[in-house]
């Protein structure tokens, strides 16, 4: 409640507790019968115990669905717990009452208000997302909201008693203000052959990645503890959400890097990529890295240097692909951002990995202002042009100082600016490049099921 | 000259300046001739063609190395840059001074005072490098300063045309106050045979991590613009420094992670990890993620459930390893540093990963506590026993507003803290896995050789 009240719900709100005459100072209830006139939903945040109780009460007051907080219910493994669950799925088919969880954080959805945790992004966005697990639902709204990620709904949805995987990817696939579904899963209610028909359905009409918990004998055997769920193979799985058009990924880092990638750039079509922004020994790592990852880094084709040269650059035989800005010389007529147009436009390449990142060594004023023409350069152009741009945008470990020093103030403030302007950002070269190789995987994909 | 005096060199400076009689506050002298006495070590930081004269004068005082910082030689590929290195060296050779670089940063020494960036960390530590490219060299000072790495002497050494890979190898492997040795190489001086055999000697006294920059087709063909180095093939490489009994990475973020695993892990050189710190969903991923790498993740031993079974928990049989957090009830007997304590003391596991990571949902104080207190708890632990224990903290991307937010000042202050303490973290899972694989590969190859 105080999430919500936070958040700003701009519905009405009946706080429930027999002692209390007031919560948060709003007007509590004794009772659920209590309420005046009818009720949509409630929000069960009491022991699991009563809940089949609570569902008759709430069957009276015309509610329609119901959230089951809490768990030790089926997912403990102990009789009891199952016999419970039994039990809430008896009360919830006899009301007609559909139930959400046990033993999940329930739904965040900004457009209405309704926040399961703190500091949730205000702004409603077009990424959908039905994550089993209620912490990986908390962490994937904090850690994508910080690279720009905002959503339509979340749903953490745990045991999935009543409401299942099933029916949240038929809501997804069919609501208008989602875009690109985002799932954790880790075990199905449903059959798998029937749960890869939902993701395929859904996946032909919008982007669709999904991370799977208890890949491994481990993690199937904690899921057992965590959700009661069953888990399969690691290679079928990730092979039939393939072959279904949705995109596998590893953990919640992945989940978020497709997200960025689905949400700010254009469809990706081919693997030879130009590489601006860092100096010598970065750009090196940075082209093995793409290399690596079954990319080209095309040799910086002729007709650009020929057009270098015609403009009295001291550099047009040297500079290449990648760009090595640490070259470059003050009063060339040719600047970086000059060499940089040349790039983006030149069929050679598809797409731009632009790095944001190396620290030049020359004090403070020179940070800020190379950082920051660097930035404003990116932005100018992704304006302009229609050639996927992605930046390279490390992230570090600051410790309470350093949160005070320009160095990751700038930092900090250039994000702002990124997600500001709506461009994708990555963590590191290998996050990019595993993130573009699916990326273009996808589309490929798309393009043989079309076909 | 700024960063020296902003860090502090301790040793007597001389500018020389034809023009100006004082350098930020400091008596210039026109030229290297007109200094009185001797000079130890003469940085040149103006362009790279009148390195040969300066060579001569440098001589005649007496100097025993020479830093060439300028670029634009040798590694243009074009004809008159290869001829100025031939001359430049010629001059070296005859006037028997040293040289470093040219296209180069040169010498991070704290301990002397000696600094060729900005924000370097002032007190000296253990780990030694050699890093043929500046930028790289900036980047990993600043990067895995904020992870607790402290530096005996980091050399940026460029294009290697006098001091090269062997003389710095041999330097580190008999420097006493150096305990590790990081590098980054693009190319060889000497041939290979030559080189593995100095990192064998290297690598038999201390970790050494190296760094191949040009291990693709494309990096290499970057290598020789940059340092004018060549490149060998990927598999060879690594096979080679494996052999040797050094550790191979593919980028910064990975000689970061070794550097920490290096400095603040004793030997691990078991596979059996006891997970805990997470709820349920990250708990799962964490499983699966150690499991693919090759881990083993046991469930809980019997006598650990019996204990807890005794001691009254009400969760005796449903704790497991990963340990979730998340369905601890408050008010049992048993807490979960309680079960942190048991699996440390098990000889189940090898060693463990703590996370610090789940955001707990509930807002600002229990979310500064939850944290707090876990890493106290992890703090205590490690200072109790012996038994290897990492840290697991997500980096993130703050944008400027979150840098003031008590969510990523209160990570910023339990890093300063975990610095502090001197225990290693690493920024997700995944990389911790892959770090812990290298290092028990490494700890398991130098028992072989031994043997």
Redesign the interface.
């Known amino acids: 409640m105080?999430?919500m009240l936070d958040y700003g719900f701009r519905g009405k709100i009946y706080p429930i507790n027999p002692r209390q005459p007031e919560i948060m100072g709003i007007k509590a209830y004794p009772g659920l019968e209590d309420i005046p006139g009818t009720v949509d939903y409630v929000i069960h945040l009491i022991g699991v115990n009563n809940a089949p109780d609570v569902l008759t009460q709430a069957s009276h007051k015309g509610a329609k669905a119901m959230h089951i907080l809490a768990?030790?219910a089926g997912e403990?493994?102990?009789p009891e717990g199952k016999e419970l669950e039994r039990e809430i799925l008896k009360y919830a088919r006899e009301s007609g009452i559909r139930v959400l969880g046990p033993n999940c954080?329930g739904v965040f959805c900004p457009k209405s208000g309704l926040a399961?945790?703190?500091?949730f992004p205000k702004e409603p966005g077009k990424v959908g997302a039905l994550?089993?697990?209620?912490?990986?639902a908390?962490?994937l709204i904090?850690?994508s909201s910080?690279?720009g990620i905002r959503f339509s709904k979340v749903v953490s949805y745990g045991n999935a008693l009543d409401i299942n995987e099933a029916d949240l990817l038929r809501y997804f696939t069919d609501d208008p203000e989602t875009e690109i579904i985002l799932s954790?899963v880790?075990g199905l209610r449903i059959n798998g052959r029937e749960y890869l028909e939902l993701v395929r359905e859904a996946a032909s009409r919008k982007p669709v990645v999904i991370?799977k918990?208890?890949?491994?004998?481990?993690?199937s055997?904690?899921?057992v503890?965590?959700?009661a769920s069953l888990a399969g193979s690691?290679n079928l799985w990730e092979t039939a959400i393939r072959q279904a058009g949705a995109v596998p990924v590893?953990?919640?880092?992945e989940l978020v890097n497709m997200a960025v990638a689905f949400t700010f750039l254009p469809p990706i079509k081919g693997k030879n990529v130009g590489i601006v922004g860092?100096?010598?020994?970065?750009?090196?790592?940075s082209?093995?890295?793409?290399?690596?990852n079954g990319f080209?880094?095309p040799?910086l084709p002729r007709d650009i240097r020929e057009e270098l040269k015609r403009r009295g650059s001291q550099l047009w035989?040297?500079i290449?692909n990648?760009a090595?800005v640490?070259?470059m010389i003050p009063g060339d007529p040719v600047t970086m951002p000059d060499v940089l147009s040349e790039i983006v436009k030149n069929p050679a390449f598809d797409f731009i990995a632009a790095d944001a990142?190396?620290?030049p060594?020359?004090?403070?004023e020179p940070?800020i202002q190379h950082l920051t023409e660097d930035m404003m350069g990116y932005i100018k152009i992704s304006r302009e042009c229609q050639k996927p741009l992605l930046i390279i945008?490390?992230?570090?470990?600051?410790?309470?100082?350093?949160?005070?020093?320009y160095?990751?103030?700038t930092r900090?403030?250039l994000?702002?600016l990124l997600?500001k302007e709506g461009l994708g950002?990555f963590?590191?070269?290998?996050e990019a490049a595993k993130t573009i190789k699916e990326l273009i995987n996808y589309y490929q994909r798309r393009e043989e099921i079309r076909h």
Request: hydrophobic share 25%; glycine share 12%.
């Open positions: 105080h999430h768990g030790r403990t493994g102990r954080l399961f945790g703190f500091d994550i089993q697990s209620g912490g990986n908390t962490d904090h850690i910080l690279r954790y880790e991370c918990g208890g890949r491994t004998k481990v993690g055997r904690m899921t503890s965590h959700t690691v590893k953990n919640l880092d860092a100096g010598g020994g970065r750009s090196v790592l082209a093995d890295e793409w290399e690596e080209n880094v040799p035989d040297w290449d990648p090595d640490s070259i990142e190396e620290d060594p020359f004090g403070k940070f945008f490390d992230e570090r470990s600051p410790g309470i100082k350093d949160m005070d020093s160095i990751h103030r900090a403030e994000r702002t997600v950002f963590p590191s070269v290998s």
